[in-house]
């Protein structure tokens, strides 16, 4: 069965670290695209961060809110995708998903209906 499994997530302080982890098992997800999103109570699923890669090279995009501080990276080999979070804000507290897609595009990248294989999600709560 394929699919993608998050983990990292729990209770940091404001202006603390944190990494989540994507793992994906059944197929190999090398060849997809994969994202990061992120759902707040009584929000909708917002973008967080994507990379992909094409015959120029890899890729990788963030949203506005989290750009400087969030770092994704992925290790093929391990078939993982990392968030790498720093300087945290309560605001930052959500659901953490993560998404794989084979047809990428950048001018929907930030569209929950791209991506074909979604995680169960971590919790993240950033709170003194």
């Known amino acids: 069965q394929d699919q993608l499994v998050e983990s990292g997530g729990g209770l940091v302080q404001p202006m603390g670290s944190m990494r989540l982890s994507c793992a994906a098992s059944?197929?190999?997800?090398?060849?997809?695209?994969m994202a990061w999103f992120r759902q707040a109570p009584g929000k909708e699923r917002q973008f967080v961060a994507a990379?992909?890669?094409?015959?120029?090279?890899?890729?990788?995009y963030y949203a506005d809110s989290v750009e400087g501080r969030f770092t994704l990276s992925r290790d093929n080999a391990k078939n993982t995708m990392y968030l790498q979070m720093n300087s945290l804000k309560p605001e930052d507290t959500a659901v953490y998903y993560c998404?794989?897609?084979?047809?990428?595009?950048?001018?929907?990248?930030?569209?929950?209906?791209?991506?074909?294989?979604w995680g169960q999600g971590t919790q993240v709560t950033v709170s003194s």
């Open positions: 059944g197929r190999t997800f090398s060849g997809y695209a």
């Open positions: 998404a794989a897609t084979r047809n990428f595009k950048i001018a929907s990248m930030t569209w929950v209906t791209e991506y074909e294989y």
């Open positions: 990379t992909n890669s094409d015959w120029s090279g890899s890729r990788t």
